[in-house]
């Protein structure tokens, strides 16, 4: 959701709700922040202090509870993310509009608006931390889902009017049989899997203070979260090309935490392919009436430009 001012109505329900649920009455105007592309985050200031309240407008309660039991177990591991602020009640969650939602202190930083080799060293030391926190954790978070969107994707690529989509066909059916015909297990755990330079936050000397958003930590190899950081790196790249600089930044990051296995590091390209092609499959499966060829996808764009980086 974009920046701005709540509606008068939506204001009243979010007052009612906070004085409700947290005995907090907090002052107007309530900012939406900027960022939050699939759920509500609105700024709260109050006398207590300041806050995000954030609506998962996405995932049911259930889904959204194991998703702030991981991160209380991160917070107690001193991970650097907020931990949530407990209701009246003593619950962690929340209900606004009938969707599970949840306060958390407001962490001063600003989100990078690039990356550089600094930021992309701190980047990989925090995967490590995080992976290295829940190793044996145990966890009812859903197993990584790119595997079934790229073979769902490959499943219906028959019915996708899309030029170049051939080629994504073919790339699918190589990197899947790639990935059958691996045979060893990779070390795995949770992950975040959407860890980019907009959910960090750094202070003015450039030090990440907080990581944020674990909509979509899943279990998973560990290989898979450096590739899908490597890949969002792309992004902002000229001509979605990984600068080799940024891909060293955040491998020796990583490592000084926890060291790759030669496994993981001989999976690293096969992964990144991965993780780029179920972006695409998400993203044909959200734009395939809006799109005409396969070249608007940035994903695609990504992957064909880094064969292998």
Not at 50 to 65: E, H, I, N
Not at 277 to 300: G, M, P, Q, T
Request: hydrophobic letters at 40%.
């Amino acid at each position: 959701m974009s920046a701005g001012d709540l509606t008068k109505n939506q204001t009243a329900r979010v007052v009612a709700h906070l004085q409700r649920a947290y005995g907090i009455t907090p002052h107007e105007p309530l900012l939406i922040l900027a960022g939050g592309a699939d759920n509500l985050n609105v700024r709260v200031r109050a006398d207590s202090g300041d806050y995000v309240l954030r609506r998962y407008d996405l995932v049911g309660r259930t889904r959204a509870k194991r998703e702030l039991d991981l991160v209380r177990v991160l917070v107690a591991k001193l991970f650097p993310t907020p931990l949530p602020i407990k209701t009246a009640s003593g619950s962690f969650l929340s209900n606004l509009d009938g969707r599970p939602a949840a306060l958390f202190p407001f962490v001063p930083g600003k989100v990078p608006l690039k990356y550089s080799v600094a930021l992309a060293k701190q980047m990989g030391a925090q995967l490590a931390t995080l992976h290295l926190a829940t190793i044996a954790m145990r966890t009812s978070l859903r197993g990584w889902s790119d595997l079934a969107d790229i073979k769902l994707a490959q499943r219906r690529m028959g019915d996708l009017k899309i030029d170049g989509v051939r080629h994504y066909a073919n790339a699918i059916s190589e990197n899947l049989n790639a990935h059958r015909q691996s045979q060893c297990r990779l070390p795995a755990g949770i992950i975040h899997h959407d860890f980019h330079r907009g959910n960090i936050l750094c202070n003015s000397h450039g030090r990440i203070v907080s990581v944020l958003d674990f909509g979509e930590a899943c279990t998973g190899p560990f290989i898979l979260d450096i590739a899908r950081s490597l890949s969002y790196m792309c992004l902002d790249g000229p001509d979605f090309l990984l600068t080799p600089t940024l891909r060293r930044a955040l491998l020796s990051g990583y490592e000084r935490k926890r060291r790759l296995l030669p496994e993981e590091s001989d999976a690293l390209p096969l992964m990144f392919a991965l993780a780029n092609l179920a972006d695409a499959a998400r993203y044909l499966r959200d734009h395939e009436w809006s799109i005409r060829s396969i070249k608007e996808c940035h994903s695609w764009r990504v992957f064909d430009a880094n064969r292998w980086a």
